[in-house]
């Protein structure tokens, strides 16, 4: 009866499938615990070995909790809306939805070859329609929502209306756009429909606005900021540019800072806690506006030094910013143009990173010193960002290290107002005062008192007011492509309207081209059945539009967080077609207790997501304001790549160790043509591409070398290894076992295939432990006490390490307990059983099948994890090394309740002692019980 892991693997793959063995009940009188992964996206590479490894790690704490007594919910879906499968369609024709199926049959047949615990009868997509229903009606939520200051929370836009007919907006204090304008009762009653549409929408939760965006022109849509990589797009590398849109937006910044206060609650990584709070960015200071001569407009700044003011010398407007084609003179006007079209080509985040260019023009404008009524000239920068505070920066050159650079570099004015004075924030804080010339109430007030003195007086003379600014922008949150959720939206004399909760979903359209259309339209321009008839209440024919009961609809679609922001609120009623999850679910399972994924999510998906929870919770929706609990960024597997050298403008490759003798391109070579040795399968390289066919391959020792380096696994690097095979070729429990073997789960380590073999090796020596001679054997003898201390040493250590994450040292923990109970001969059931138990959760078709073997008909999931028992680790004896002179002789083994004198008694009396004395009397014997014997002779 050998180790036959395929029969095994496959056995009870089909029993866990067949008896739907993880399911869980929403309702029980067990404890919840629910542990969720991110959800992948099925690409048509399929999964590498590096993507298992924090499923392995989920699917681990899930198991072991079954053990404990807990109802799991451990489910798994696809987030499959996105833009490479419409990428695919583009190029082929080929229907995303087509694409996205075949990838996810591929991506289940993986799941479910490496033997995850998942309740497949959860499984969303975020493409199925049923799912993104609750997408749209979460959307129609959000857009009939506003943020109540008062309340700090959202509330129903009818609310707001209610008071708008009986007293206006003056006493409104809610989150809303900046120009919105003070009106009574009798003007609200006045205006027309359209007014009164116009000015919810400054207040809704999801709104209509001009944004500046991410425009990608080769893709033909809006980027976020994280899908944008040195200025290119992340997809395809094509060059973005800057540019204003009307746009869906989301009101994140009413969140803002209880998405800060949040953090305090949960138990995430700090630096993905400070990541969220970096990209928030709370900061206290003022809004000061600076008048400009010879215009009405003002220039509104936010600022977080007020205290330093009066060292303004000039101010930087963002390229963007609305009033730089209003002031900037004729004389200016070409030079402005020209900077404003080459700054709309770098993205926000290239901006921000660079810091060593210094760029800018001057508009030809002046602004007013709103203290001395100076004139201050008005330049524009790209180190300015539209989207951060007001798009416009008083320059105070002597205390800000970019200001002054650019001050320099133009040859601007540099005031010395400080008198020598550090003003960092941290010094000032610290020192007698900050010593500010031209300033008679500002001398010799220390920085706090400075600060409080200089805003009390910019709000008293009245052009300006004390503020708390977020770095956070509102969320863009269309996106001009056709493979995502449609808008619940039709359009009525240009306004917004939602389509009502019952005719949901309004289901994506058939379109012949994935392309914008001609005239600049979103992808879904080329549909021609995509109108919204308000008295049949579905989609029809844009040949029907009659703007009387037939409308159009939205021709954007939701950007790919959109899906991923509820997903596991879904997961707790996913079959619910009448609503999103019922109160009995959402009240049983309330939050995620364990949620693990990458890290590169920290302020896209993980800082939505709190969004969207928060929004619902104020609604009564869900019972929690955050919805994990804990989370854990798993780290990355990387590969080992594999590098050809090309002799530049050659068909000719040279060996790793002669390239210093030529010019060479370093190419990635398939890691499938390199053997352990690192030697190239030369034949199998030329096959594998034409233009290597008649290459030349330039040997050393009648071999060719690859030059070898760790990188991320990538498709595009050649040097993916497919679990698929490594399953094939050593089993699924050897690779779960393998991939935390690595190293932490929360650090990066490199796969290495030649170490999968040692685990293999140990599972065939657990095997042996059952099976013994070819014959399944365990003994109902009583342990003993060596295999006793052997088990509940590794259940205490199996525990802690699972409680800790520490998943690597648990599988070192089963080698040694297997390598003991070999040694001990063991086959003891009362040994066995729980041992069998205990590995389940990592390798769990092999001790499935041992647990079968035992006599057992139901899943060894079900059983109980063993209880540690602390009195078999209790030694009752010690092995003493007995040394002579301090060189350690021999060791003796004497029961710990001896005294000091009857430890040197047998010590004295043993035989070895007796030949190393020869008859002599030692002068001194040291004893130190418990530890050790020392005779002195």
């Given at each position: 009866m050998e180790y036959n892991f395929r029969e095994i693997e496959e056995k009870w793959q089909k029993y866990w499938a067949d008896n739907q063995t993880f399911k869980a009940e929403n309702k029980s009188d067990k404890p919840k615990f629910y542990v969720l992964d991110m959800f992948p996206y099925p690409s048509g590479a399929g999964l590498h070995v590096g993507h298992p490894l924090g499923y392995i790690a989920s699917d681990i704490y899930a198991r072991y909790k079954r053990h404990k007594g807990f109802n799991v919910l451990h489910p798994q879906g696809y987030d499959s809306f996105g833009l490479p499968a419409e990428q695919y369609a583009i190029q082929t024709g080929q229907h995303p939805a087509v694409t996205t199926e075949a990838n996810i049959k591929t991506y289940r047949k993986q799941l479910d070859k490496i033997g995850f615990s998942f309740d497949w009868s959860r499984e969303v997509r975020t493409s199925d329609p049923n799912y993104y229903k609750w997408t749209q009606w979460i959307f129609i939520q959000l857009f009939e929502s506003y943020y109540c200051k008062d309340a700090d929370q959202a509330r129903d836009i009818s609310e707001l209306i209610n008071v708008f007919e009986a007293e206006g907006n003056g006493r409104i204090n809610a989150v809303c756009d900046d120009e919105v304008e003070i009106f009574t009762a009798e003007d609200w009653k006045s205006y027309s429909e359209e007014e009164q549409q116009n000015i919810l929408l400054k207040y809704r939760l999801t709104f209509l606005s001009e944004t500046e965006v991410n425009w990608c022109p080769q893709l033909g849509t809006v980027l976020a900021n994280d899908e944008i990589v040195n200025g290119v797009s992340e997809r395809g590398g094509h060059l973005v540019v800057r540019k204003k849109m009307m746009q869906w937006s989301m009101r994140i910044t009413a969140y803002a800072q209880r998405l800060l206060d949040g953090l305090?609650?949960?138990?995430?990584?700090?630096?993905?806690?400070?990541?969220?709070?970096?990209?928030?960015?709370?900061?206290?200071?003022?809004?000061?506006?600076?008048?400009?001569?010879?215009?009405?407009?003002?220039?509104?700044?936010?600022?977080?030094?007020?205290?330093?003011?009066?060292?303004?010398?000039?101010?930087?407007?963002?390229?963007?910013?609305?009033?730089?084609?209003?002031?900037?003179?004729?004389?200016?006007?070409?030079?402005?143009?020209?900077?404003?079209?080459?700054?709309?080509?770098?993205?926000?985040?290239?901006?921000?990173?660079?810091?060593?260019?210094?760029?800018?023009?001057?508009?030809?404008?002046?602004?007013?010193?709103?203290?001395?009524?100076?004139?201050?000239?008005?330049?524009?920068?790209?180190?300015?960002?539209?989207?951060?505070?007001?798009?416009?920066?008083?320059?105070?050159?002597?205390?800000?290290?970019?200001?002054?650079?650019?001050?320099?570099?133009?040859?601007?004015?540099?005031?010395?107002?400080?008198?020598?004075?550090?003003?960092?924030?941290?010094?000032?804080?610290?020192?007698?005062?900050?010593?500010?010339?031209?300033?008679?109430?500002?001398?010799?007030?220390?920085?706090?008192?400075?600060?409080?003195?200089?805003?009390?007086?910019?709000?008293?003379?009245?052009?300006?007011?004390?503020?708390?600014?977020?770095?956070?922008?509102?969320?863009?949150?269309?996106?001009?492509?056709?493979?995502?959720?449609?808008f619940p939206v039709y359009y009525k004399n240009g306004l917004p309207q939602m389509i009502d909760k019952q005719y949901l979903p309004i289901v994506l359209p058939e379109v012949e081209k994935y392309l914008p259309t001609e005239d600049g339209k979103p992808p879904l321009g080329n549909a021609t059945i995509w109108s919204w008839d308000t008295s049949k209440n579905k989609v029809v024919s844009n040949d029907l539009v009659d703007n009387i009961t037939v409308f159009p609809l939205e021709l954007n679609t939701m950007p790919g967080w959109a899906g991923s922001s509820q997903y596991f609120n879904r997961y707790m009623d996913s079959q619910n077609d009448e609503e999103m999850f019922s109160k009995e679910a959402i009240n049983y399972w309330q939050d995620v207790d364990l949620y693990i994924g990458g890290s590169e999510h920290a302020t896209g998906h993980l800082l939505y997501s709190r969004f969207w929870q928060k929004f619902m919770f104020d609604k009564g929706f869900v019972p929690t304001d955050e919805y994990a609990k804990k989370l854990i960024n798993q780290g990355m597997i990387t590969g080992t790549s594999a590098f050809v050298y090309r002799v530049e403008g050659e068909n000719k490759f040279v060996s790793k160790g002669l390239k210093e003798d030529y010019k060479v391109q370093q190419i990635h070579s398939d890691v499938s043509f390199v053997n352990t040795s690192d030697e190239l399968d030369v034949e199998a390289f030329k096959n594998w591409r034409e233009e290597y066919k008649d290459a030349e391959f330039i040997l050393e020792d009648g071999k060719y070398i690859v030059g070898r380096e760790v990188e991320k696994m990538s498709k595009s690097k050649y040097n993916v290894v497919n679990p698929d095979n490594i399953c094939e070729e050593y089993g699924a429990d050897s690779l779960r076992l393998f991939e935390m073997f690595l190293g932490p789960l929360e650090q990066s380590k490199p796969w290495k295939t030649s170490g999968i073999s040692g685990v293999y090796s140990f599972l065939k020596k657990l095997w042996k432990l059952y099976v013994v001679n070819g014959e399944f054997s365990v003994s109902d003898a009583t342990p003993t006490k060596d295999e006793f201390k052997t088990l509940h040493k590794t259940i205490k250590k199996v525990e802690e390490d699972i409680a800790n994450f520490s998943f690597n040292t648990s599988v070192s923990t089963f080698m040694i307990a297997v390598n003991e109970l070999t040694a001990l001969k063991c086959n003891k059931r009362e040994i066995l059983e729980p041992l069998a138990i205990i590995i389940e959760p990592y390798a769990p078709h092999i001790a499935e099948e041992l647990w079968s073997k035992l006599g057992y008909s139901t899943s060894v999931s079900t059983a109980d994890f063993p209880i540690f028992d602390s009195k078999y680790l209790v030694e009752s004896s010690k092995v003493y090394p007995v040394s002579f002179n301090g060189k350690m002789r021999f060791t003796i083994e004497l029961s710990l309740d001896l005294s000091k004198d009857e430890i040197e008694a047998a010590v004295i009396a043993h035989e070895k002692t007796q030949e190393q004395l020869q008859g002599r009397i030692p002068k001194k014997v040291i004893v130190v019980p418990g530890k050790i014997v020392n005779i002195v002779g």
């Amino acid at each position: 009866m050998e180790y036959n892991f395929r029969e095994i693997e496959e056995k009870w793959q089909k029993y866990w499938a067949d008896n739907q063995t993880f399911k869980a009940e929403n309702k029980s009188d067990k404890p919840k615990f629910y542990v969720l992964d991110m959800f992948p996206y099925p690409s048509g590479a399929g999964l590498h070995v590096g993507h298992p490894l924090g499923y392995i790690a989920s699917d681990i704490y899930a198991r072991y909790k079954r053990h404990k007594g807990f109802n799991v919910l451990h489910p798994q879906g696809y987030d499959s809306f996105g833009l490479p499968a419409e990428q695919y369609a583009i190029q082929t024709g080929q229907h995303p939805a087509v694409t996205t199926e075949a990838n996810i049959k591929t991506y289940r047949k993986q799941l479910d070859k490496i033997g995850f615990s998942f309740d497949w009868s959860r499984e969303v997509r975020t493409s199925d329609p049923n799912y993104y229903k609750w997408t749209q009606w979460i959307f129609i939520q959000l857009f009939e929502s506003y943020y109540c200051k008062d309340a700090d929370q959202a509330r129903d836009i009818s609310e707001l209306i209610n008071v708008f007919e009986a007293e206006g907006n003056g006493r409104i204090n809610a989150v809303c756009d900046d120009e919105v304008e003070i009106f009574t009762a009798e003007d609200w009653k006045s205006y027309s429909e359209e007014e009164q549409q116009n000015i919810l929408l400054k207040y809704r939760l999801t709104f209509l606005s001009e944004t500046e965006v991410n425009w990608c022109p080769q893709l033909g849509t809006v980027l976020a900021n994280d899908e944008i990589v040195n200025g290119v797009s992340e997809r395809g590398g094509h060059l973005v540019v800057r540019k204003k849109m009307m746009q869906w937006s989301m009101r994140i910044t009413a969140y803002a800072q209880r998405l800060l206060d949040g953090l305090d609650k949960i138990d995430w990584p700090q630096p993905l806690k400070d990541s969220q709070t970096y990209w928030i960015g709370r900061s206290e200071g003022a809004m000061v506006s600076f008048n400009i001569d010879g215009f009405e407009n003002k220039i509104d700044v936010f600022t977080t030094r007020p205290d330093t003011i009066y060292g303004v010398s000039f101010m930087t407007l963002a390229p963007e910013h609305e009033l730089v084609s209003k002031i900037t003179t004729a004389a200016q006007k070409e030079a402005v143009e020209t900077y404003v079209k080459a700054t709309a080509k770098r993205s926000e985040l290239e901006r921000m990173a660079d810091v060593k260019t210094i760029s800018g023009v001057f508009t030809g404008a002046y602004a007013l010193h709103p203290f001395t009524g100076k004139k201050i000239p008005i330049w524009i920068g790209d180190y300015v960002l539209a989207g951060y505070g007001t798009g416009a920066v008083m320059a105070v050159p002597c205390g800000d290290e970019r200001d002054y650079a650019f001050a320099k570099h133009f040859g601007l004015e540099i005031p010395n107002i400080f008198e020598g004075v550090d003003i960092s924030e941290e010094a000032c804080s610290t020192k007698e005062g900050v010593k500010i010339a031209n300033s008679d109430f500002l001398n010799g007030l220390t920085y706090k008192k400075a600060m409080k003195t200089i805003i009390h007086e910019i709000e008293k003379r009245g052009f300006g007011f004390g503020k708390i600014n977020y770095r956070l922008r509102d969320a863009v949150f269309s996106r001009q492509r056709y493979w995502g959720e449609p808008f619940p939206v039709y359009y009525k004399n240009g306004l917004p309207q939602m389509i009502d909760k019952q005719y949901l979903p309004i289901v994506l359209p058939e379109v012949e081209k994935y392309l914008p259309t001609e005239d600049g339209k979103p992808p879904l321009g080329n549909a021609t059945i995509w109108s919204w008839d308000t008295s049949k209440n579905k989609v029809v024919s844009n040949d029907l539009v009659d703007n009387i009961t037939v409308f159009p609809l939205e021709l954007n679609t939701m950007p790919g967080w959109a899906g991923s922001s509820q997903y596991f609120n879904r997961y707790m009623d996913s079959q619910n077609d009448e609503e999103m999850f019922s109160k009995e679910a959402i009240n049983y399972w309330q939050d995620v207790d364990l949620y693990i994924g990458g890290s590169e999510h920290a302020t896209g998906h993980l800082l939505y997501s709190r969004f969207w929870q928060k929004f619902m919770f104020d609604k009564g929706f869900v019972p929690t304001d955050e919805y994990a609990k804990k989370l854990i960024n798993q780290g990355m597997i990387t590969g080992t790549s594999a590098f050809v050298y090309r002799v530049e403008g050659e068909n000719k490759f040279v060996s790793k160790g002669l390239k210093e003798d030529y010019k060479v391109q370093q190419i990635h070579s398939d890691v499938s043509f390199v053997n352990t040795s690192d030697e190239l399968d030369v034949e199998a390289f030329k096959n594998w591409r034409e233009e290597y066919k008649d290459a030349e391959f330039i040997l050393e020792d009648g071999k060719y070398i690859v030059g070898r380096e760790v990188e991320k696994m990538s498709k595009s690097k050649y040097n993916v290894v497919n679990p698929d095979n490594i399953c094939e070729e050593y089993g699924a429990d050897s690779l779960r076992l393998f991939e935390m073997f690595l190293g932490p789960l929360e650090q990066s380590k490199p796969w290495k295939t030649s170490g999968i073999s040692g685990v293999y090796s140990f599972l065939k020596k657990l095997w042996k432990l059952y099976v013994v001679n070819g014959e399944f054997s365990v003994s109902d003898a009583t342990p003993t006490k060596d295999e006793f201390k052997t088990l509940h040493k590794t259940i205490k250590k199996v525990e802690e390490d699972i409680a800790n994450f520490s998943f690597n040292t648990s599988v070192s923990t089963f080698m040694i307990a297997v390598n003991e109970l070999t040694a001990l001969k063991c086959n003891k059931r009362e040994i066995l059983e729980p041992l069998a138990i205990i590995i389940e959760p990592y390798a769990p078709h092999i001790a499935e099948e041992l647990w079968s073997k035992l006599g057992y008909s139901t899943s060894v999931s079900t059983a109980d994890f063993p209880i540690f028992d602390s009195k078999y680790l209790v030694e009752s004896s010690k092995v003493y090394p007995v040394s002579f002179n301090g060189k350690m002789r021999f060791t003796i083994e004497l029961s710990l309740d001896l005294s000091k004198d009857e430890i040197e008694a047998a010590v004295i009396a043993h035989e070895k002692t007796q030949e190393q004395l020869q008859g002599r009397i030692p002068k001194k014997v040291i004893v130190v019980p418990g530890k050790i014997v020392n005779i002195v002779g």
